[in-house]
Nanobody, 123 residues
Framework: VQLQASGGGLVQAGGSLKLSCVAS????????MGWFRQAPGKEREFVAG???????YYAESVKGRFTISRDNAKNTVYLHMNSLKSEDTAVYYC??????????????????WGQGTLVTVSS
């Protein structure tokens, strides 16, 4: 399984961005997918996840601002980010969960990772 993330860039505070993650190879839409981020000098943290049936779950820090969704026909997961803040600046990674039944928020519970896309929010 290969994951390709895209859509990052430079945006002003209060702006919006949409990230995409396309899966290829031996994919399966049964697995939850997630977005994580890592800011300079900080640990990787969970941002949002989505089950195979498109049920989302979020970190508290992004609830009400970010929306995760998936299009199983396109093997793609999206992260719509609104009302961006400077503290959202990070490299964003998409990942696939190890277990189809786990709405995981820990990075160790994800086994396939994309290469990351940089989001920079200027204040």
């Amino acid at each position: 399984v290969q994951l390709q993330a895209s859509g990052g860039g430079l945006v002003q505070a209060g702006g919006s961005l949409k990230l995409s993650c396309v899966a290829s190879g031996r994919t399966s839409n049964l697995y939850p997918m997630g977005w994580f981020r890592q800011a300079p000098g900080k640990e990787r943290e969970f941002v949002a996840g989505v089950t195979w049936s498109d049920d989302p779950y979020y970190a508290e820090s992004v609830k009400g601002r970010f929306t995760i969704s998936r299009d199983n026909a396109k093997n793609t997961v999206y992260l719509h980010m609104n009302s961006l803040k400077s503290e959202d600046t990070a490299v964003y990674y998409c990942a696939r969960a190890r277990s189809i039944s786990d709405t995981a928020t820990e990075a160790r519970k994800y086994d396939y990772w994309g290469q990351g896309t940089l989001v920079t929010v200027s204040s």
